[in-house]
């Protein structure tokens, strides 16, 4: 996506909830913050042409906007939960193997989580005896037909904002009814947590103190995956925390959303020990 180009954005949004057909009739709107009334095509419209492609934004804005089927199905699909979840967010990539990668984890304490769509990819959240508690699933594609020519890509990605329940230990991508990878949502969580912290961050070693966390972490996880509770409470509580603790220096600045301040990852440990 280029900045500058709403469009594609509102199109690709649109896909993601469940808008699959890449209609072609008018519609009309009102463009409150702009006091605009709006005749155009709607936004799962496939292809701009040269002429529009080079519209600026908020002009380019008008010449696309949302039908009221879809205005309706997003809202009927918004009020579908009143309150809102801990949620966690899976992004990963799934070759054509169905190999599938998680490069990171991340969780919210409240969102809206992801319709399940039919499709040949589930995303399972399961609980410490194996059991899903919840799964949403999700249909793979490697191709882009939006780009000009159309591209096929080696890797096909996936985002979805799943639930995470108190009782929620673990995630598991399933390909074509083909288990395809097992996360420990807590070791993943503190992995991916550490990994994103900046190395001004630390008070001295940057690369080793962050390689001596990552051990931990594994050895947390092989307490965890051997059901050693008590073992991984201490080492997670008494351990990590207080290294994290030690190593880290206060008011560190964060570069970017997903990065960890010192306060919220011990914050993320106190969490993950409530859950024990």
């Not at 463009?31 to 908020?58: C, H, I, N, S």
């Not at 191709?143 to 929620?168: I, M």
């Not at 503190?190 to 630390?202: F, G, K, Q, R, W």
Request: charged share 20%.
């Amino acid at each position: 996506m280029l900045d500058g180009q709403p469009l594609v954005t509102a199109h690709e949004l649109g896909h993601s909830y469940g808008f699959l057909l890449h209609t072609n009739f008018s519609t009309t709107g009102f463009w409150v913050q702009r006091q605009l009334e709006v005749e155009a095509k709607d936004y799962m419209f496939l292809g701009l042409t040269q002429q529009e492609q080079q519209l600026p934004y908020p002009t380019q804005g008008t010449i696309r906007w949302t039908s009221s089927d879809h205005f309706g199905s997003l809202f009927r699909q918004f009020r579908t939960q009143t309150n809102d979840p801990e949620v966690l967010l899976v992004t990963g990539l799934v070759n054509r193997s169905g190999a599938v990668t998680i490069p990171f984890l991340y969780r919210t304490f409240n969102g809206r989580v992801d319709q399940s769509t039919t499709g040949d990819g589930a995303v399972q959240v399961l609980d410490s005896t194996g059991n899903a508690l919840t799964e949403v699933g999700f249909a793979t594609d490697f191709s882009v037909t939006d780009a000009d020519p159309p591209v096929t890509l080696d890797s096909a990605p996936f985002a979805l904002a799943v639930p995470y329940p108190p009782n929620a230990t673990s995630v598991r991508i399933v390909i074509a009814g083909q288990v395809m990878a097992d996360i420990n949502v807590t070791t993943k969580l503190l992995h991916d947590a550490v990994d994103s912290i900046p190395d001004a961050a630390y008070s001295e070693n940057p690369e080793q103190r962050r390689n001596a966390l990552f051990n931990k972490i594994d050895a947390l996880d092989s307490q965890l995956n051997s059901r050693d509770l008590v073992g991984a409470r201490n080492k997670l509580g008494e351990d990590i925390r207080k290294h994290l603790d030690d190593w880290l220096v206060d008011g560190y600045a964060v570069q970017s959303p997903v990065q960890y301040a010192k306060s919220q990852i011990l914050a993320l440990i106190g969490e993950l020990l409530a859950r024990f």
